[in-house]
Structure formats: structure tokens, C-alpha cells
């Protein structure tokens, strides 16, 4: 079974800012391999979302480790997998998002 995957709004920006400071920092390359690793572990979640394991950090998230620097957080809600927040602890913002604020789905 394959899951639905929905953004938070807060993954969104994560990622975004993560983009951005990859093309800041690096070359463009550098952010055509991130996609490229972002991509496929995506569709493993959706494919198989508990195959992760659970977060220490958050109850109800499980977490993907993308690389040594980036892990992405999610919640499995029925059929659906909310991507909650993706940690680049390069940022300066490295919290968990806090999940259903302002959110509406």
C-alpha cells in the first residue's frame, strides 16, 4: 500500500531554506544531489512509512535519517503521511515543528 504524502507548512519552508542555503554555501550541484537523495527516501516512507524508526524527540514522529546532516520527521495519520519537518542542523532553526499548529488539512 502505498501512502498519501501531504507537506506541513513548516516542512516546506525547511526545505526551502535548506535549498537556500545549499546554493548560498555551494555550487548548484550540490542541490541537485540533495534532490536527488530527498526524492527516493520520500517515496520509501510513502511506500513504507514504518519502516523508520519512532522519534526520541517527539512522540507520534517517526524519523528518516536522509544523511549525517539531515533527517526528516513525519506522522502516519490512516493513509496519510505528514511530512512534519526536515532537521538541517546547519540552520539556525533546528526545533521539531510543533504538529497541527495552524495547519489545516
Excluded: C
Excluded at 534532490?35 to 527516493?40: A, G
Amino acid at each position: 500500500m502505498t501512502y498519501e504524502l501531504r507537506w506541513f507548512k513548516e516542512s516546506v519552508k525547511n526545505l526551502e531554506d535548506i535549498l537556500e542555503d545549499l546554493r548560498f554555501r555551494w555550487i548548484e550541484k550540490k542541490v541537485s544531489n540533495f534532490k536527488e537523495k530527498l526524492s527516493p527516501q520520500l517515496q520509501l516512507i510513502v511506500q513504507n512509512p514504518l519502516l523508520f524508526p519512532l522519534s526520541t524527540q517527539k512522540d507520534g514522529l517517526r524519523r528518516a535519517v536522509l544523511s549525517k546532516q539531515t533527517t526528516i520527521f513525519y506522522k502516519i495519520i490512516g493513509d496519510v503521511v505528514f511530512l512534519a519537518y526536515i532537521h538541517e542542523p546547519s540552520l539556525k532553526s533546528i526545533f521539531i515543528a510543533k504538529l497541527f499548529v495552524n495547519e489545516n488539512f
